[in-house]
């Protein structure tokens, strides 16, 4: 791994307590305001903002999406139905639908006006372009060009419009790097770990040589991260970049070329960031390892927690090697994952908020409710930038427009053509997950009943959401 000399020091680490957290709870007590207490999930006025339209939609999509034969198949079935209604025909079965509940919109003006109401809402946005690749599916480095400029786009579309005062964007490297040198990557740094200075001397343009890596993989892996380098160029100070972890067998290189970049770029503040996801079992020395380095390199942290959204494919991918399964064997235990990942965050950001940032990625209603328990023990300001809660669009509405009031919650939104919305079905395990139990999203929905609201729209209804089950 990048950082293998820290492991024998990791379940040491893991039990650790980071000190100094006695005076923050003092102070936090002496807050007028209990957030924790605060987040009535529960209640179904956090609806008042959607029209009863909005409402029947995504009532109408997420009883579709919680048949599994449908989400398991929905890449053959979209498909087939382009193949039956054709470009026009699709487009208006999807856009009304599927498409405007989770896709911001697929050019400039659409995703404007997206935009605007998402923050009329006390929402962030969060813009994305979804391009990934996997094994197999190298496109050539045109197409990676292309990836760049739409990434350069997404860049210049958060700073210039006014949505919000602290842009967030994120990215794949996979995007802009093919997935088959990332697992040669990966392989390689197991054996011997490059330093990130190399990779930082060939973002300047600096010809270099990586060792174990042909000629045409070197002048691949150089024209990739000179991509990865104009765009922290130009979003550096501007908007912070989240990039998005993948798959076990290429993430080590993916991470490698993200803690260069922080090298590089977070000298000042955390503009690049990395995604850690608690449901793979390595999770918590991952994140121990990236503290340990960001400060022997003297660089910011910047994190995305998440459970993850590959668990399928990486157990059978596991089962197929004969390999032992890197996924945690129960919910349980994913969750414990989570909660012990975001606690060493909260702690490190408690002790130096300057040089620590962590977004909160998560539907789950609990883990929401402890990060910001834990926020208020250890006195960390709930509008101070460095602990921020983020969602996907139109995925978890009840959770998303209560923690709005807090002005520290971002929305993620997705740029995306309806020629090409796989995007909406793209995370099964985590959607099925949700939709089997969570309050606002499943067929279990009790009421919806239009009610007559006070404030500035005295017509919008409002939806009463209850399940048997708890959220997810």
């Known amino acids: 791994m990048l950082c293998s000399n820290l492991r024998s020091a990791v379940p040491h680490l893991l039990s650790r307590r980071l000190v100094g957290t006695a005076t923050s709870r003092t102070a ?16 179904p006025s956090a609806f008042r903002v959607k029209s009863l339209g909005e409402l029947l939609r995504a009532l109408g999509v997420f009883r579709l999406c919680s048949f599994p034969v449908l989400v398991n198949n929905c890449g053959k079935l979209m498909t087939a139905a382009r193949t039956i209604l054709g470009r026009r025909g ?3 079965l999807l856009r009304p639908t599927v498409y405007a509940q989770f896709v911001a919109g697929e050019n400039e003006m659409e995703i404007s006006q997206s935009m605007g109401k998402i923050s009329l809402l ?64 990966t392989t390689l740094i197991a054996q011997q770990p490059y330093d990130l200075s190399l990779l930082v001397r060939a973002m ?18 150089l024209c990739g991260l000179q991509r990865l380098n104009k765009i922290a160029e130009a979003s550096v100070n501007k908007v912070r970049v989240l990039v998005d972890a993948e798959y076990t067998y290429m993430n080590p290189a993916l991470t490698l070329v993200t803690m260069a970049l922080m090298k590089k770029f977070n000298k000042d503040g955390a503009w690049i960031w990395n995604t850690y996801q608690c449901y793979l079992k390595e999770s918590g020395s991952l994140l121990l390892e990236a503290l340990h380095l960001s400060q022997a390199e003297g660089f910011c942290l910047g994190v995305k927690l998440v459970r993850g959204a590959y668990m399928d494919k990486e157990r059978k991918l596991a089962e197929k090697e004969c390999r032992v399964d890197p996924i945690h064997p129960s919910w349980e235990e994913t969750n414990k994952s989570y909660n012990g990942c975001l606690d060493v965050m909260l702690e490190a950001i408690a002790q130096k908020p300057d040089r620590y940032r962590i977004i909160v990625a998560t539907h789950n209603e609990e883990s929401v409710r402890r990060a910001a328990k834990r926020m208020e023990e250890l006195g960390i300001e709930k509008d ?3 602990v921020c809660f ?17 002005n520290s919650f971002f929305l993620h939104v997705v740029q995306k053509s309806i020629t090409n919305v796989d995007y909406c079905f793209s995370f099964d395990q985590q959607r099925k997950v949700i939709l089997s139990t969570s309050r606002c999203h499943t067929a279990q929905w009790t009421t919806l009943s239009p009610t007559w609201c006070a404030g500035p729209r005295r017509t919008a209804p409002y939806c009463r959401a209850f399940a048997k089950k708890e959220t997810c």
Not at 125 to 152: F, H, Q, T
Not at 390 to 406: A, F, I, N, R, W
């Open 390 to 406: 983020g969602q996907l669009l139109g995925m978890c509405d009840h959770v998303s427009l209560t923690l709005g009031e807090m």
């Open 204 to 221: 300047d343009g600096e010809m270099v040589t990586f060792p174990g890596l042909e000629e045409k993989e070197a002048a691949h892996f």
């Open 122 to 185: 006390g929402l962030r946005p969060m813009l994305a372009v979804p391009i990934e690749e996997d094994l197999g599916e190298s496109i050539g480095e045109k197409r990676y060009d292309d990836n760049m400029a739409a990434m350069l786009e997404c860049v210049r579309m958060s700073h210039s419009n006014a949505w919000s005062k602290d842009p967030m964007m994120q990215l794949k490297i996979t995007a802009l790097l093919s997935p088959e040198l990332c697992v040669k990557l």
């Open 90 to 92: 699709f487009s208006l």
């Open 28 to 43: 936090a007590v002496k807050r007028p305001e209990i957030l924790s207490v605060s987040l009535a999930f529960e209640d």
């Open 384 to 386: 101070g930038g460095s």
